[in-house]
């Protein structure tokens, strides 16, 4: 014990007239840190209501509740916070795949009731909600992946040389990354005409359970390895993950799925039909809708037989779309299986001239048509019916039966939807040089954007803002197209401004051969007249109801002559929708 | 003149079982009472009682009953996916929350086989040398409070606030940063951040200069933490001591050094170690090894990278199954030796985390053979010379 | 015998190559019941493994058993060796290690609380360590449902509700029975 030792305590007395270290009022002058875990915000609008806040928290502490209308790509809910579990450890923020939700930096809440800190942040009006502060993901780190995994596939370059399928499909370990993106909320679902259970067909990818993963596409799409191919995806434009940065690639991953699986295993996994119960139905076109309407009709113990008038079954599913974009093989493997379970196909039949309709309606329970639209519109100009004019889907057909076009070395296209796409694509692959016509703006084209920018990369030209005038023979060509452009008009507020022919303008090109691809109309000559009238409603579409009855009792009618989506998908489950309501009108239901 | 037998006030205690090193006595003799120290008591570190059988004022037995901060950490983990365990591992102790959250994150990320960057190893390292020295401020008041230095303790703990501000910019939280996570970590680190360090070590160095004069060269505190708790060498192994308690015994062992991780291995720092083994001698041990936490933090604000990620992606982290595998991380905290044993079985949710806290050797068994025979006075002062934190006793 | 899982389980631990900070000196080695006291004595005794870092056990409730791991540590060699030691989960009980480590007592305290696994002999295992009053099963213990006790125990805060997306979208857009496949 030395001397040191009883004063060197006395050092503290050096701070007695030290400031102190507290603030006098720390509740006005003291905000949390800029990165602060404080009171949570949100921003409804951006907000699509995934629900995957409430899937990470771990202290079950958000509720979704309904605050907003309910669309497609946006559930309508909103995060309810409740803060007497909520431990304030962001991950909520950090795995927001919209980027609304975020936290303030405030931190201090004093209330006499317990119920006002369970609150939906952004909705009701808190001091914090404006505030910039506070914690947000940080640049850098993220826990979900923005960028898709890349498809391989030919370069247009390559492409462009033949019919070789382009999109050259995932492998394993690409698809389970792909799958590895979903958060499973669900949006997609709803979007979906035919409501696949998509998050749980990616889940099957991911547990490598093919199997599984068939069930669950085959419960509402028959024609998974068309559907893989060329569904029009409108899954993917509400995808969650597109606000992240790219959609899960819904469509290959489907499509993985039934490469994966030869035909001969598919009587292993899938359903099989139920007894016969003795009714029979007829179904005219052998196109997504009939097929669809076969197979769920079938399983459910149905005889079915289905009349087609083209050579092979399938429709525009085969006649529509050239074998670059859906091989023949691939339309071939979903039509024989639905042909397996014991459909009777009846090809090369056209009901009304082979076969006479009333015939076909007496012995059956119930008929299904969904013939599609086959008779393409003409351009209404002089010149048209020169040699060298064909139709898209003329065009598209020969080329399906094996025949070669006799386009020559110069085509142009006129239209701008898939039909036109895959005339000009197509031509392409025969040499020719093809310019593309369109009558309004390349943001009016209602072909898929991917089909544009390929038709682009593989060296069609477009022009836009085209408007044809007149065809006359040509000299060192076959004919001579005469155009004229247009510019366009507002036609009021909300509605897509009209392309309008500016007087005077005239130009001309030197083709081989016209190819108008302008849309089409529906075919229902093989109805009789009174039939015929009492089925098509306003705007040109066949009437039904939500169960696809036409109001003349048996018929039921679906597809493009149905419904104005006019894509495969949305044909495939207006079929589904007509065989339960097929099975409803026949009594056979049981609730 | 009559020879009076010497009185030594000894002689009433009980005598000692020398198998078990107990106490043999009569609990109805009427000469003992039982005291309870605890839980909620001013000289007991977090929640915890012993319960006392004193003679007199001086113990002849003590009792560590835990339990009282059970929430249940190690099966709650059972229920979650590791993205969701995240946030529940820092909870298991407040003083140095990060080493939980770093050896989870370490343990995830071997069994994933997730390699971190360098960068992110850094700023690991930086937070875990930043909660310890914020866990010593802490304790530093804990010790001199205990016998009876308030002032200290009221500087200390000012400067843990002022490291807490910097965890707060930092990571957005000041007790729970919750900022280590697997794959590296959450943020970067804030512009001017590094300045603001070094003049919060600054102030620290400035106070642990006035702490070591006020504390370590005073009369008080020596006569009464002087012999107190003393550990021989001999004891360490076999009490499972690790940490300062260890140190201070003369055991040169300090795992950052034998088992280095992190980037401790391009640090320039040595094992501190005292001979006395007593309360006085682990108060220096560790009033040094906060000095050498400041010289460890200035020195990684030097030598860290200035770019490169922070963050190596993850799998998706809402269904990442983890391949089946067990190991074993293990770190040095203010207390000793922290560590996480992880079983993984190929699902989404960990089969078994166990987490080994060091108070849970110190804190009953040791601290019921030091107890032994000292005064009640100083049961405080002895149990935060051990620096015992009971929440990773019974997670 | 060991299981296939539990062979599988060691394989993986010993094939595995893992990338990352892998601690230079961590073993895991699988030891029978009866001989697992004598090898840890032996470890201690001869091998240097003077530490005794921890010691818990895992439950495996589909194969049966728990895995009781001893972790040991070298202060010379600095390794760490976990050993492991397969137990049944009927009648769980396994030879005490108090007189190795005195602070193993505290271990077995906490593993007959929590798992239910006897340690006959080790002082004050009968004692409650963490609980106090706990009547019910060790919770540790795999069959014991935490959620299932909490449901049952406590009520939820009255006006909680939430909604599935897939399930409200369906009910707002497409209700109809015609879509419901």
């Known amino acids: ?591 | 003149m009559v020879e009076m037998a010497k009185y030594d006030p000894r002689d009433k205690f009980p005598p000692v079982d020398a198998g078990s090193g107990k106490s043999v006595y009569n609990l109805h003799s009427g000469k003992y009472m039982k005291v309870w120290q605890g839980p909620q008591h001013p000289g007991i570190t977090g929640n915890m009682s012993l319960e006392l059988t004193v003679c007199g004022d001086e113990i002849i037995d003590c009792k560590t009953h835990v339990g009282y901060l059970h929430r249940g950490f190690e099966k709650l983990m059972e229920r979650r996916r590791y993205i969701q365990c995240f946030p529940l591992v820092c909870r298991i102790c407040v003083p140095e929350p990060d080493f939980n959250e770093y050896l989870f994150a370490e343990g995830v990320e071997e069994l994933a086989g997730i390699e971190v960057p360098e960068k992110a190893r850094w700023y690991r390292a930086l937070t875990l040398e930043m909660a310890r020295l914020a866990s010593f401020m802490m304790w530093i008041g804990g010790q001199a409070a205990a016998f009876g230095m308030g002032t200290i303790g009221q500087w200390t703990v000012t400067m843990r606030d002022y490291v807490l501000d910097l965890f707060e910019e930092l990571s957005g939280g000041r007790i729970y940063h919750m900022y280590i996570i697997p794959g590296g970590v959450r943020a970067d680190l804030p512009i001017g951040f590094a300045l603001r360090v070094e003049q919060t070590l600054e102030q620290i160095g400035k106070v642990l200069d006035d702490v070591e004069l006020a504390l370590m060269h005073n009369a008080v505190f020596k006569k009464r933490a002087l012999g107190l708790g003393v550990i021989t060498p001999s004891m360490v192994d076999e009490y499972g001591i690790t940490g300062p308690n260890a140190r201070g015994s003369g055991i040169r062992r300090d795992i950052r050094k034998d088992n280095p991780y992190l980037v401790y291995d391009q640090l320039e720092f040595s094992i501190v170690t005292e001979t006395g083994g007593d309360a006085y001698a682990r108060t220096w041990v560790r009033l040094r090894e906060t000095r050498q936490s400041i010289d460890l933090i200035r020195q990684m604000l030097e030598k860290m990278p200035t770019s490169g990620p922070f963050f190596q992606k993850l799998p998706n982290v809402l269904h990442w199954k983890i391949p089946a595998g067990q190991t074993y991380r293990k770190a040095e905290c203010t207390r000793g030796e922290y560590g996480f044993f992880m079983v993984s079985d190929g699902t989404e949710l960990p089969r078994r985390i166990y987490v080994r806290g060091p108070s849970y050797t110190h804190a009953v068994t040791l601290m019921e053979k030091l107890a032994v025979n000292v005064n009640i006075a100083d049961t405080a002062g002895l149990m935060v010379s051990l620096h015992t934190y009971p929440p990773e006793i019974e997670r | 015998m060991a299981t296939e899982r539990q062979e599988r389980t060691m394989q993986e631990v010993n094939d595995s190559g893992l990338v990352g900070d892998r601690p230079a000196g961590l073993k895991f080695v699988h030891v029978e019941a009866d001989q697992a006291v004598a090898y840890i004595t032996r470890l201690r005794d001869v091998q240097g493994y003077t530490h005794l870092v921890f010691f818990t056990a895992i439950d495996y409730i589909e194969d049966s058993l728990f895995r009781l791991t001893y972790m040991v540590h070298n202060y010379d060699s600095r390794q760490d060796m976990g050993v492991q030691v397969d137990i049944p989960r009927q009648g769980a009980s396994m030879e005490s290690i108090h007189h190795l480590w005195p602070h193993a007592a505290t271990y077995q305290r906490e593993l007959k609380e929590m798992f239910g696994i006897d340690f006959p002999g080790s002082p004050g295992v009968d004692d409650s360590f963490i609980l106090e009053g706990w009547t019910g099963i060790s919770p540790m213990r795999r069959e014991f449902d935490t959620r299932q006790y909490s449901e049952q125990t406590y009520f939820p805060r009255p006006g909680r509700v939430t909604h599935d997306t897939a399930a409200y979208m369906k009910e707002n857009l497409y209700p109809s029975e015609a879509e419901t496949w």
């Open chain 1, 1 to 591: 014990m030395s001397l040191k030792d009883i004063i060197a305590p006395f050092s503290v007395w050096k701070r007695v007239f030290e400031k102190p270290y507290t603030n006098k009022k720390p509740i006005d002058t003291r905000p949390g840190a800029p990165r602060y875990r404080g009171f949570h915000v949100n921003d409804l609008d951006t907000c699509i209501g995934c629900g995957t806040c409430e899937e990470i928290c771990q202290n079950a502490a958000i509720d979704m509740v309904p605050v907003r209308e309910t669309r497609h790509g946006d559930s309508g809910l909103r995060p309810k916070m409740d803060y007497g579990r909520c431990c304030w450890c962001a991950l909520c923020v950090d795995i927001c795949p919209s980027g609304s939700l975020g936290m303030s930096n405030e931190y201090l809440w004093v209330d006499e009731d317990p119920e006002v800190f369970r609150f939906i942040p952004g909705q009701d009006g808190k001091p914090w909600n404006d505030s910039e502060l506070g914690y947000r993901r940080a640049e850098g780190y993220d826990l979900l992946e923005g960028s898709r995994v890349p498809m391989p596939m030919l370069s247009v370059q390559e492409s462009q040389k033949s019919f070789v399928e382009m999109v050259q499909g995932y492998s394993k370990e690409q698809a389970k990354a792909e799958a590895d993106r979903c958060i499973a909320c669900g949006i997609c679902v709803a979007t979906c005409p035919a409501h696949m259970r998509v998050p749980e067909y990616i889940k099957a990818i991911r547990d490598d359970d093919m199997g599984e993963g068939l069930k669950i596409v085959y419960q509402a799409n028959p024609l998974p390895a068309s559907c893989g191919r060329v569904c029009s995806h409108a899954c993917e434009y509400v995808c969650a993950m597109k606000h992240k940065g790219e959609a899960i690639s819904i469509r290959w991953l489907k499509r993985y799925i039934v490469d994966q699986i030869y035909l001969g295993d598919y009587a292993n996994i899938l359903h099989e039909c139920e007894p016969d119960n003795g009714k029979k139905v007829a179904i005219i076109g052998s196109g997504p809708g009939g097929l669809s309407a076969a197979y769920y009709l079938r399983l459910l113990g149905y005889a079915v037989t289905i009349y087609d008038a083209n050579e092979k079954a399938g429709g525009m599913l085969r006649y529509g779309i050239p074998e670059y974009r859906l091989p023949y093989d691939q339309v071939e493997k979903d039509i024989e299986f639905i042909a397996s379970l014991g459909v009777e196909f009846r090809q090369n039949v056209r009901i009304g001239i082979d076969v006479d309709f009333l015939e076909v309606y007496d012995n059956n329970d119930a008929v299904f048509f969904s013939t599609g639209l086959s008779n393409p519109f003409g351009l209404d100009i002089a010149g048209e019916d020169l040699p060298g004019v064909v139709s898209g889907l003329d065009l598209l057909a020969d080329v399906t039966n094996g025949k070669t076009p006799d386009i020559g070395s110069s085509v142009v296209v006129v239209g701008g939807g898939n039909v036109a796409m895959d005339a000009a694509r197509t031509s392409r692959r025969y040499g020719a040089d093809v310019t593309i016509l369109y009558r309004r703006r390349e943001t009016d084209m209602p072909a898929d954007s991917e089909e544009i920018h390929e038709a682009r990369g593989e060296g069609c030209e477009i022009v836009v803002q085209a408007i044809p005038l007149r065809i006359e023979k040509g000299t060192e060509t076959r004919l001579m197209l005469y155009w004229g452009k247009a510019e366009m008009v507002s036609d009021g507020p909300g509605k897509r401004p009209r392309p309008v022919l500016i007087e005077g303008s005239e130009e001309v090109i030197a083709c081989d051969t016209v190819i108008p691809a302008i849309g089409q109309a529906a075919d229902l000559t093989f109805l009789p007249q009174d039939i015929a009238s009492g089925l098509v409603g306003k705007r040109g579409y066949v009437e039904v109801d939500e169960f696809h009855r036409t109001p003349v009792a048996k018929i039921y009618a679906g597809g493009d002559i149905a419904n104005p989506k006019r894509d495969a998908i949305s044909a495939i489950a207006n079929g589904h929708s007509a065989a339960k309501g097929i099975d409803i009108y026949l009594g056979n239901f049981q609730n």
